[in-house]
């Protein structure tokens, strides 16, 4: 009894400054085959990733992420914008015709000229686990296999890889290239290629450097469809309540998702912003956090305390936290 009494008045004092909101659908866009939808904050998508450093980089001088979908008009940094890109993968499936044997490494140096790489990078090497493997790689189709953002350095496949698979990618920008394109080695007549890996087979927080390579802020509906349209709402969710603001401050706005109203000023109106391509991602039904940690560093000031951060260094199943944000809504498919 003592206990319940304490943890009631606990509750009562953390959340009064929330709002709570009991109407726990989302008002559904105005289409009879709307789709509801409810993702928990730790549940974020397996299917994103970073092909550099550079591009995860949350200092104030680069941020590429934030500067791109933080902000109204995006900020664009032309040195860094990828301007040919391949993706590879090494996976258990083999198709001799069009596998490519090779080496992948985490930390790759740029390629200043045409020439490819030392051929020392391509033979008698020794994996190191987390930095270098070899593999038979096949490369993977844009559009049909994944989608990739130029601006941000980030990739985004249409189907959730194996966690035993290894990703690993060519791209040039102003500065040089990084690995090696297919038709470079064809035209080099080597028989193996050197690429810059973007995950590890089996990638778990002990790789600290890959493991930053992972984005933990975008989260897939996973309904298999397309989005026509879409409206949805943050909540702290806590024995089931649903919390919908911090004082008079929706969880929504903090977040970064109302900036705009319907007719595209910078004032907010309560609604999610119906933004394709910076808000969410229509064809894998990806919602697209403008921060890479809204629940962990980059957590607004005013609900720090409801921060996560094991979501950011720790392995998803691990995580056993039951109450948090969820994201709630629902969708009309295409």
Not at 161 to 181: H, N
Not at 202 to 217: F, G
Not at 308 to 316: G, L, R, T, V
Request: hydrophobic share 35%.
């Amino acid at each position: 009894m003592k206990l319940s009494f304490l943890f009631g008045i606990m509750v009562l004092f953390f959340f009064a400054g929330c709002e709570y909101n009991n109407i726990t659908p989302v008002a559904a866009p105005a289409n009879d085959n709307s789709v509801s939808f409810e993702i928990n904050y730790t549940d974020y998508s397996n299917c994103c990733y970073f092909i550099d450093a550079v591009y995860a980089d949350t200092s104030a001088q680069l941020n590429l992420f934030n500067k791109y979908y933080g902000n109204i008009v995006p900020v664009i940094v032309p040195r860094y914008r990828i301007s040919s890109f391949e993706l590879y993968i090494s996976d258990s499936y083999f198709y001799p015709v069009t596998n490519i044997k090779g080496w992948a490494y985490l930390n790759l140096p740029v390629r200043k000229s045409a020439a490819l790489y030392d051929d020392s990078l391509r033979y008698n090497q020794t994996p190191v686990i987390g930095e270098k493997y070899s593999g038979n790689f096949r490369r993977l189709e844009y559009g049909q296999d994944y989608i990739f953002q130029s601006e941000t350095g980030y990739i985004n496949l249409i189907n959730e890889p194996a966690d035993g698979a290894l990703l690993a990618v060519a791209y040039k920008t102003d500065e040089g290239s990084y690995g090696e394109f297919e038709s470079e080695i064809i035209n080099g007549q080597k028989d193996q290629i050197v690429l810059k890996m973007i995950k590890p087979p089996y990638l778990n927080p002990d790789m600290k450097d890959a493991w930053k390579l992972q984005l933990k802020n975008i989260y897939r509906i996973d309904l298999g469809t397309i989005i026509k349209s879409i409206d949805l709402n943050i909540y702290y969710k806590i024995n089931n309540l649903l919390f919908s603001s911090w004082y008079s401050d929706s969880f929504l706005r903090l977040f970064g998702f109302d900036q705009i109203n319907s007719s595209e000023a910078p004032v907010p109106d309560g609604k999610f912003d119906q933004r394709p391509y910076f808000t969410y991602l229509p064809s894998t039904s990806d919602i697209i956090f403008p921060v890479l940690q809204p629940f962990g560093n980059n957590c607004p000031k005013q609900v720090l305390d409801l921060s996560y951060h094991a979501i950011y260094d720790s392995s998803k199943s691990s995580l056993t936290q039951k109450d948090g944000f969820v994201i709630k809504g629902s969708i009309v498919p295409d």
